[in-house]
């Protein structure tokens, strides 16, 4: 088990957590990692983009000119991809982008992940989090008495809460995730990761990890 501090919203150290090291020390490969970001890109594609070929496009069914005696370059359409508004020669198709991992392997990563921010002190736990009104200006302070203003952090809550992320959308340097939600993508995406104790308590739970 590896301890780490906990810190309230103003900085000040109140305990500390022992965590499991297959979480914060995790010795699979970084490749693991990058594998993982590249899969979860490639799944957001719609893979709806489409192009018309030659024998797609409207027109063209006729022989423009006779092949021979005009002085001009024989053609047999006007849909030839050498004309304007003709086909297109290889251009996309619809097709599915789906890069399948299996749960370990995207699990592994996010622990590899967070292994890497954590030794690069880059992973700060706060007790809680909790705002009494829907606020960007407490937001932002919270944030200022932790010293991450400015910075892109990933605040890791365990459930919706519309004072937080209303107080928080405003905000272009902070983004919000559930711990059900979370993978190797988020944590690669921010500068500083900001787990609440609750958060954290319930990534462990959701990966079996104690």
Request: charged fraction near 25%; hydrophobic fraction near 40%; proline fraction near 4%.
């Amino acid at each position: 088990m590896i301890e780490i501090e906990i810190r309230n919203i103003n900085n000040d150290i109140v305990g500390t957590k022992k965590v499991p090291e297959i979480v914060f020390n995790n010795d699979a490969s970084e490749s693991l990692v990058h594998s993982a970001v590249v899969a979860y890109m490639a799944n957001q594609r719609q893979g709806t983009h489409s192009t018309k070929t030659r024998a797609e496009v409207s027109g063209g069914g006729k022989k423009p000119w006779r092949q021979k005696h005009t002085g001009r370059a024989r053609h047999g359409s006007i849909r030839s991809p050498l004309w304007r508004k003709g086909g297109v020669v290889f251009g996309p198709k619809p097709r599915d982008y789906y890069i399948k991992l299996s749960k370990q392997m995207r699990d592994t990563a996010l622990f590899k992940a967070i292994t890497m921010k954590y030794k690069d002190n880059e992973i700060l736990l706060i007790d809680n989090l909790s705002l009494e009104r829907i606020k960007t200006r407490d937001m932002v302070g919270m944030l200022q008495n932790l010293g991450l203003q400015g910075k892109s952090v990933l605040m890791i809550v365990p459930h919706k809460d519309e004072n937080i992320v209303l107080s928080a959308r405003n905000i272009p340097y902070l983004g919000i995730v559930r711990a059900e939600d979370l993978n190797a993508y988020h944590l690669a995406l921010f500068e500083k990761i900001l787990f609440t104790v609750p958060g954290l308590d319930k990534l462990l739970a959701i990966k079996g990890v104690s």
